[in-house]
């Protein structure tokens, strides 16, 4: 059995292009407390099709395996 957590990083600049916080970090963060990235998604776009967003989505056992 696994457990999820999501964590939104909300983009910036010009049509919402650069990330407003250092994702990479963000992703060696979670690896250090035994979580996998499982996904980046971008859900929400605006008119000119660019994400509002992005959720970076970990995976981990929840059975011991950390």
Not at 2 to 20: A, M, N, R, W
Not at 21 to 31: K, R
């Amino acid at each position: 059995m696994y457990q999820y957590t999501f964590v939104k990083v909300d983009l910036k600049g010009i049509l919402q292009s650069k990330p407003e916080e250092d994702y990479q970090e963000i992703i060696h963060e979670h690896a250090r407390e035994g979580w996998k990235l499982f996904q980046i998604f971008a859900p929400n776009t605006y008119g000119f099709g660019t994400a509002a967003y992005l959720e970076l989505i970990f995976e981990r056992s929840i059975m011991g395996n950390h």
